[in-house]
């Protein structure tokens, strides 16, 4: 059974919900975790790519895009159109919808920012998840 947490974000501060999911990635990491974050496309690949190389100085998480030469062997992927290959255990969910291939992970992230938008469509994921038997676990954070 799929584990899902989900981290309910207060901050309106900008940036707030792409720092804390570097940090979580990170730590998740640093855990020796394989990790795949989903997200809507190729713009928002690229720029948790980029984050990931600049959100804390002196922070190194080795990461690559799904379908680039550098993805085999790396312990966190980034993609956006379809299941990725390979032994993963973390999804971290940046997308608007529950990826069909959600299952096949032991954990599932889900970070929801504090606007009414995100909050709505995670409400809508979050039934999804519990419609599906998952163990879900919400966590309220002032980040």
């Not at 059974?1 to 207060?10: A, G, N, P």
């Not at 980029?50 to 680039?68: E, I």
């Not at 062997?73 to 032994?87: F, R, S």
């Amino acid at each position: 059974m799929t584990k899902v947490d989900f981290y309910l974000l207060t901050s309106r501060q900008p940036q707030a919900s792409k720092r804390f999911t570097c940090k979580l990635i990170e730590k998740v990491y640093r855990l020796g975790h394989q990790v795949y974050i989903q997200v809507e496309d190729q713009a928002q690949a690229q720029e948790m790519d980029d984050l990931l190389w600049t959100f804390r100085q002196g922070s190194f998480v080795p990461h690559a895009l799904v379908n680039s030469e550098e993805a085999t062997g790396t312990p966190v992927l980034i993609g956006y159109d379809g299941e990725p290959g390979g032994k993963l255990e973390l999804l971290i969910n940046l997308g608007a919808e529950v990826p069909a291939f959600f299952s096949r992970f032991q954990r599932v992230a889900e970070v929801i920012g504090p606007d009414e938008t995100h909050r709505h469509a995670g409400r809508q994921r979050y039934r999804y998840y519990r419609d599906h038997g998952c163990s879900l676990e919400t966590h309220e954070l002032n980040f």
